[in-house]
């Protein structure tokens, strides 16, 4: 890398029930209840891990979708109390790339993964590499059960009358099957938001349920959320494993 390569660090956190938290929606009644309810495995999902928005599928509604998780994420995933509580997954040896889970007392049974990466490229390219629109040529590499992508619509919001918009992509992400787990249909609004204050981007994406967009009967449904961060480094950093993960 060139002495005056631009360094980035990426974080992203994420919950998924790809192959944690279930029970998740396969369409067929449950045989068990939770609690005093006596909904189904589709209708607990619904609610548990995916947010709930009408038939009409508006900006607003997916905009406070987005902030929900976000701000939920903040107060779990990101507070100083469970600060401590990662545990570390895999590592790479010079400390540039850490993935860590947490097992949330709220939820254990769909942790929370968060991936910290600090990469010798420019900021843009990371985020345009990892934009919906190159998925078909981005996501094999990434993803070797990754199976197709559906862009349904495409959104421009503005938070507040004096913010800049907020581009949203309402879309379905499919998966092949993994061993025992069945083929996944996931459906979620990508946001890319406002910058923060301090300059970082930030972007999410937020699982969705609603009657106008059913699973696939071929699929099970499955529920993915995450919370992305991209920071400038100083370009004449020489000891990235001293940095601290991002927080929102």
Not at 13 to 31: Q, Y
Not at 79 to 92: G, V
Not at 148 to 174: E, F, G, N
Not at 215 to 225: A, H
Request: proline residues 6%; contains cysteine.
């Amino acid at each position: 890398m060139a002495a005056d390569a631009e360094q980035m660090m990426i974080t992203t956190r994420s919950r998924s029930t790809r192959l944690f938290g279930m029970p998740i929606d396969t369409g067929k009644p449950s045989k068990k209840k939770r609690g005093s309810a006596s909904a189904s495995a589709s209708d607990q999902g619904a609610i548990q891990r995916g947010k709930a928005i009408s038939s009409e599928v508006q900006a607003e509604e997916l905009y406070m979708a987005y902030q929900d998780i976000r701000e939920e994420y903040k107060q779990r995933a990101t507070s100083e109390e469970y600060a401590d509580k990662w545990d570390i997954l895999r590592a790479s040896a010079n400390g540039d790339t850490v993935i860590s889970m947490l097992q949330h007392p709220d939820d254990a049974s769909c942790p929370y993964v968060r991936m910290q990466a600090i990469l010798p490229v420019d900021r843009q390219d990371v985020w345009s590499f990892l934009e919906l629109d190159n998925w078909s040529e981005t996501m094999p590499k990434m993803d070797p059960f990754y199976n197709d992508l559906q862009i349904l619509r495409r959104y421009k919001y503005k938070p507040s009358p004096t913010s800049r918009a907020v581009a949203m992509v309402l879309a379905k992400k499919t998966t092949k099957r993994i061993v025992v787990y069945g083929k996944r249909d996931f459906t979620f609004v990508s946001v890319s938001d406002i910058p923060r204050s301090d300059g970082v981007w930030v972007s999410g994406t937020v699982s969705v349920s609603t009657p106008h967009l059913p699973r696939d009967p071929s699929y099970v449904r499955g529920f993915q959320d995450s919370i992305a961060m991209y920071e400038v480094l100083p370009k004449d950093h020489e000891t990235p494993r001293s940095l601290k993960c991002i927080q929102s």
